[in-house]
């Protein structure tokens, strides 16, 4: 389904990202996992358009995105939920999943997608009518996926959906993940926590200071010794 090929993205004069290339097939679960600074939000804001890369191809069922518009991009069955949820704080819950449908015209497609979205998030469910930003952190992070799932994705990039939460939501999200997975949906996940990722995700490659240093099944990572001593605390 989407194909990085040999991809170089600067910050200036910073090469950022150095050759890399990364494939996510059809219903996988792919993740991207290193440490801070590795690369991984940079690969994913480059894919859906967000940055625009020096070199390489990104493909997405075959069709270049290269240049293309972020906006365009969506249209094509790419959804992002990104670092940070970045949710609208002073909209109601279903204002905001309203909002990730703003490319679809048919009303009667909204409301099934928003009764999918509930179907997934019953705790959105119950506070349709209160104000995003009075959401905790875990129902924020509800919130900013039920709102790319709003847009009939193919694929959902999600970039550190952990970050900031406690444990028990950290083990919570990454449930509502797997079942996002389960149910056919193509996921590319950028996190730090390597070892939630490498649990739920088929298959995972390893960042390091914008290179690919590993890459294999998320089994044979997670076992590993370099891996385990860099990432999983072993």
């Known amino acids: 389904m989407l194909e990085v090929k040999d991809l170089n993205v600067f910050y200036g004069a910073i090469h950022a990202i150095k050759g890399i290339s990364i494939k996510v097939n059809d219903g996988e679960l792919v993740s991207l996992v290193g440490a801070n600074g590795a690369g ?4 994913l804001h480059t894919i859906s358009g967000l940055l625009p890369a020096a070199t390489g191809e990104i493909l997405l069922d075959g069709q270049n995105l290269q240049k293309m518009q972020a906006n365009k991009i969506i249209n094509l069955g790419l959804a992002h939920v990104p670092e940070g949820r970045h949710v609208f704080a002073r909209l109601t ?4 999943l309203r909002m990730g449908a703003y490319i679809l015209k048919d ?3 909204i409301s099934e997608n ?3 979205v ?3 998030f019953p705790r959105l469910r119950e506070r349709y009518k209160q104000l995003a930003g009075t959401l905790s952190g875990g129902e924020q992070q509800m919130l900013a996926t039920g709102r790319a799932l ?10 550190e959906p952990s970050m900031g939460l406690s444990p028990i939501l950290v083990k919570e999200i990454f449930a509502i993940i797997q079942e996002l997975h389960e149910s056919g949906i193509t996921i590319l996940l950028v996190e730090q926590n390597a070892k939630m990722a490498l649990a739920i995700s088929d298959r ?3 960042l390091e200071t914008g290179t690919i240093a590993m890459e ?3 089994k044979a990572l997670s076992e590993d010794d370099r891996v385990r001593k860099a990432y999983l605390g072993a």
């Open 107 to 109: 009303q009667k497609k």
């Open 93 to 96: 819950v279903e204002e905001n």
């Open 40 to 43: 991984k939000t940079t690969i």
């Open 114 to 116: 928003l009764e999918m």
């Open 118 to 120: 509930y179907a997934h």
């Open 150 to 159: 709003m847009t009939n994705p193919k694929m959902l990039l999600m970039d």
């Open 216 to 218: 294999g099944s998320a």
């Open 204 to 206: 995972a490659y390893v």
